[in-house]
Protein backbone atom coordinates (compact mmCIF):
# COMPACT_ATOMS: atom_id res chain seq x y z
CA UNK A 1 0.00 0.00 0.00
CA UNK A 2 0.98 3.22 -0.48
CA UNK A 3 1.46 6.03 1.75
CA UNK A 4 -0.99 8.58 1.54
CA UNK A 5 0.70 12.08 1.86
CA UNK A 6 -0.74 14.92 3.83
CA UNK A 7 -1.35 17.20 0.96
CA UNK A 8 -2.91 14.00 -1.15
CA UNK A 9 -6.33 14.79 0.56
CA UNK A 10 -8.06 17.91 -1.32
CA UNK A 11 -10.18 18.89 1.71
CA UNK A 12 -6.52 19.44 3.77
CA UNK A 13 -5.01 21.82 1.17
CA UNK A 14 -8.79 23.88 0.99
CA UNK A 15 -8.09 24.03 4.81
CA UNK A 16 -4.59 25.05 3.98
CA UNK A 17 -5.30 27.79 1.67
CA UNK A 18 -8.27 29.08 3.87
CA UNK A 19 -5.98 29.44 6.91
CA UNK A 20 -3.27 31.34 4.56
CA UNK A 21 -6.08 33.84 3.52
CA UNK A 22 -7.69 34.02 7.07
CA UNK A 23 -4.01 34.91 8.58
CA UNK A 24 -3.55 37.50 5.47
CA UNK A 25 -6.82 38.99 6.90
CA UNK A 26 -6.04 38.99 10.60
CA UNK A 27 -3.21 40.73 9.31
CA UNK A 28 -4.34 43.22 7.43
CA UNK A 29 -7.09 44.30 10.20
CA UNK A 30 -3.96 44.24 12.70
CA UNK A 31 -2.45 46.69 10.63
CA UNK A 32 -5.94 49.00 10.26
CA UNK A 33 -6.18 48.82 14.36
CA UNK A 34 -2.44 49.01 14.92
CA UNK A 35 -1.26 51.19 12.32
CA UNK A 36 2.02 52.99 13.97
CA UNK A 37 4.35 53.75 11.12
CA UNK A 38 4.66 57.30 12.73
CA UNK A 39 8.77 57.42 11.45
CA UNK A 40 7.61 57.07 7.89
CA UNK A 41 5.25 59.38 7.97
CA UNK A 42 7.76 62.34 7.30
CA UNK A 43 9.98 60.31 4.55
CA UNK A 44 9.95 61.04 1.02
CA UNK A 45 7.64 58.80 0.02
CA UNK A 46 4.03 59.72 1.26
CA UNK A 47 2.10 56.48 0.59
CA UNK A 48 4.12 54.80 3.21
CA UNK A 49 1.54 56.61 5.86
CA UNK A 50 -1.08 54.98 3.91
CA UNK A 51 -3.41 51.72 5.82
CA UNK A 52 -2.25 48.32 3.93
CA UNK A 53 0.45 49.54 1.88
CA UNK A 54 3.14 47.30 2.80
CA UNK A 55 0.71 44.55 2.25
CA UNK A 56 -0.08 46.15 -1.62
CA UNK A 57 3.18 46.66 -2.47
CA UNK A 58 4.37 43.20 -1.09
CA UNK A 59 1.73 41.60 -3.16
CA UNK A 60 2.34 43.84 -6.32
CA UNK A 61 6.26 43.16 -6.21
CA UNK A 62 5.34 39.43 -6.17
CA UNK A 63 3.07 39.65 -9.22
CA UNK A 64 5.43 41.25 -10.95
CA UNK A 65 8.20 39.14 -10.12
CA UNK A 66 6.57 36.06 -11.59
CA UNK A 67 5.36 37.77 -14.29
CA UNK A 68 9.04 38.87 -15.23
CA UNK A 69 10.36 35.23 -14.76
CA UNK A 70 8.01 33.87 -17.13
CA UNK A 71 9.10 36.44 -19.57
CA UNK A 72 12.53 35.36 -18.51
CA UNK A 73 11.82 31.96 -19.47
CA UNK A 74 11.23 32.85 -23.14
CA UNK A 75 15.20 34.08 -23.47
CA UNK A 76 16.65 31.53 -21.33
CA UNK A 77 15.00 28.08 -22.20
CA UNK A 78 16.91 25.57 -23.95
CA UNK A 79 15.46 22.80 -25.74
CA UNK A 80 14.83 19.56 -24.25
CA UNK A 81 17.45 17.49 -25.14
CA UNK A 82 19.88 20.59 -25.12
CA UNK A 83 22.35 18.39 -22.83
CA UNK A 84 22.26 15.52 -25.20
CA UNK A 85 24.10 16.67 -27.47
Same mark, same amino acid.
Given at each position: M????????P????????????A $?? @????????F???????? =???????????? =??????? $?? @? @??????Q???? @???????Y??
Amino acid at each position: MEKRHFFDDPSRVRLVIRGLFAA $CA @LLLAADFFFHRHLSFRE =GTFAPEGWWGFY =GIYGFVA $CV @L @LVLGATQLRRI @LMRDEDYYDR
